[in-house]
Structure formats: C-alpha cells, structure tokens
C-alpha cells in the first residue's frame, strides 16, 4: 500500500474475515498514536466506559468495587489493558484479551512501569475466544470488539459460552443514533446526514480497495435481538450523558454535541442459565 496514498471512507459490504484482517492492522498501525492522544484520558489504571468519561469506580455498573475479589474477569478488546488493570486492583483475576499485537505491547510497556497488580494478556479474536466454558465469572468491552465485528451475534455467543450461568456481560459502543449524524464534532455534526437504518458497514479502503479499516452499524433494537439471540438477558442499558467537567474533544465527541445526543450506550447484561 502506498503510505501517502489517503484511505478511501465509503459504505459497502465487509465479510467477518475482512473486517477481523483490516481492524487488526489497523489497531497494529495506529495503536502508537491513539495511546499518545488519549492515554492520558485513559489512565493507566482507570476503567473509563466512553468519551463522555464515565468511570466503573462511579457507575458500578459490573457491582460494587468490594464484591469484584477473586472474580474471574475477562475484557475483550482490552488495548492497554487499563480496565483490567483496574480491576485487578480491586483484587479481580482478570485476562485482558485483544486482536492487536502492538495494543498488548502497550500494555506491557504501561505495566513495567506501573508496578501494578499483574494482568493476564491474550492475543486472540474476539469470535473465537481460547478459554473453557465457564471459565469466567464476568467478562466486558470498552468499545472493544463488538463494534468492529461484522457478525456480533457470534462474538456474543462465544462470550456467553465462557462465562457461567448468571455471569455478568457489560459491554459499551457507539451510540447507533449516531450514525445517522455525520462524525464531526463541531455544528456541521448536529444535522441528520444519513439513514440511521443503514446498515451497511462503513469502511475505509486503499487503492486497490482493499479494507484498511471496518466499522459495523446495529440499530439499537438489534442490539437488543443480538444479545438474546446470544442467550443474555439485557437489564440495563446506560446512555451516559456528557458531563460539564469534560471539556474534550475526542473524534466526533465533544461536548456541543454530546450536551444534545447520546454517543455512548452501554449494555448490561446476564448470561441465562
């Protein structure tokens, strides 16, 4: 690929393998400089469950901070591995897991010199995940994985497969709302653009047409069907709103529009028996 060459941004089809090989070059290429701009956001050690910065140590949306010892926790598409390193120092047994080498190597980096808890890392994909079933009392996503994934379903089920029964599933991604809005920050990203019931993916290509990167489009009811369909039982969902204190910019969120629409929704779930 030409590296002046700047990728295409279009809308068609992307089949699982496409959008798993382009999204794991993707983070490899990037994963430098998105841990430049937002790590510090990030922190090393913080749970932050989107943009607007809402924090697992606040929303308590996996249980109270004392009731996670010993717990078996697994995060998918877990980059650095902030949120699991988090959670193991609230004496949590977590396995971070993401698709991206250079994402783990982040990790390692930031734990050589935190002298933190140490955090299990796993190289994997998402839909095919290398544990046991039942092997986890919990597991969650921040913005990992099931937005990237062109069939989530699968990933949920995989996800369902390794917890216990009444394990607890809490994952967050792109509000849908917003896909109906062009991805600005700033006025020009406040006016309806698209079909919010457009479905096709969004992909970024090169010149031969070949996906560089793939992001996949749900409705909010289908992500609803999908988490049933994997066997959960949805019993929360948390549409965090934009707090004054956070003054950031972060790609299309930002707080002009955060203040009028939803950007992140997280789904909490439980695994049936």
Do not use: K
Not at 42 to 56: A, H, I, Q, T, Y
Not at 86 to 99: M, N, S, T
């Amino acid at each position: 690929m030409n590296q002046e060459y700047e990728p295409e941004a279009t809308r068609r089809d992307a089949s699982a393998t496409e959008s798993s090989r382009a999204n794991r070059g993707w983070w490899d290429r990037n994963a430098d400089e998105y841990q430049s701009e937002h790590g510090a956001f990030l922190g090393d050690d913080r749970f932050v469950w989107g943009p607007e910065g809402l924090d697992e140590e606040r929303a308590a949306l996996l249980g109270p901070a004392g009731e996670l010892t010993g717990l078996r926790v697994l995060e998918i598409g877990a980059g650095a591995a902030q949120c699991a390193r988090w959670l193991a120092a609230q004496g949590a047994h977590p396995v971070a897991l993401d698709l991206s080498h250079r994402q783990l190597q982040h990790a390692l980096r930031i734990a050589e010199g935190s002298g933190g808890p140490a955090v299990a890392l796993v190289e994997a994909d998402a839909g095919a995940l290398p544990f046991r079933d039942g092997a986890f009392d919990m597991a969650c996503s921040a913005y990992g994985a099931i937005p990237f994934v062109a069939d989530p379903v699968r990933v949920l089920r995989e996800v369902r497969r390794v917890l216990r029964p009444g394990g607890r599933f809490v994952f967050s991604v792109t509000h849908p709302i917003r896909w109906a809005f062009p991805d600005e920050p700033g006025p020009e990203g406040l006016s309806v653009a698209a079909s919010y019931f457009d479905r096709t993916p969004y992909v970024e290509q090169d010149e031969t047409g070949r996906a560089v990167y793939v992001e996949h489009h749900r409705t909010l009811g289908d992500r609803v069907r999908d988490v049933a369909a994997a066997g959960f039982r949805l019993v929360d969902l948390v549409e965090p709103e934009w707090p004054d204190e956070n003054t950031q910019e972060w790609g299309g969120w930002s707080p002009l529009r955060g203040h009028l629409i939803p950007g992140t929704a997280i789904f909490v779930c439980v695994a049936d028996g």
